[in-house]
């Protein structure tokens, strides 16, 4: 390998996985697959698609350096929270329920884009690691699996595992109603366009209007 990343001219860290180590612990099912990782060391895209690869790179080159002090996981999930207008999803599962909710994302993906667009993951549970430290001291006693917050660390909502579960497991459907009715209200379109024609007009400007998805 070492040759050929001297032939090709790649000056960025290239590593070899031995023994598979790295495809188990990120449950990789197809290659080529992508899991961009953010200067903190913190996993922020998973199982991407190739056509994706590209803009989360450039999500993740646009974002600014983390604030100096001390910040926890925890910290850090309300501000990437409040940044990007979204709601904290805090998750209490266990190995068997997070292997059993990454199964039904990786079928569905419009779930999940739903929980990737509309929350920051932060996960208590995480395997044979320690728990994060920093979190409100109620989401370590809680017997929900997952918790709402907002970007402030209120919270809104819970709901038990076994509420999202239907006579054939763990629901989509459920899950999808659960995200939709907690995630954060978007703007009124209508409105803004309105504020800031009026502004154009007010400061003799022109009005430039993008029309575009996140994804």
Known sequence: MAAFVKEQGIDYPVAADVGAKTVAAFKVDSFPDYYVIDRSGKLRFADLANAELERAITTLLGESAPPAGETTPWSEALADAAKRRKRVLASTL????????GAVLKTNRELARSL???????????????????????????????????????????????????????????????????????PDAEKHFAAALARARAEDKRLLVHLGAPW
């Not at 044979?128 to 909502?157: C, N, S």
């Open 94 to 101: 266990d190995k068997a329920a997070q292997a059993e909710l």
């Open 116 to 186: 990737s667009y509309e929350y920051v993951r932060y996960d208590l549970q995480r395997g044979d690691e320690p728990a994060p430290a920093g979190h409100p001291q109620a989401l370590a006693e809680t017997a929900a699996a997952l918790v709402v917050f907002d970007e402030k660390g209120a919270e809104l909502a819970r709901v038990p595992w076994a509420d999202l579960h239907d006579d054939r497991g763990l629901s989509a459907a459920r899950l999808q109603d659960f995200l939709a009715k907690n995630a954060r209200p978007h």
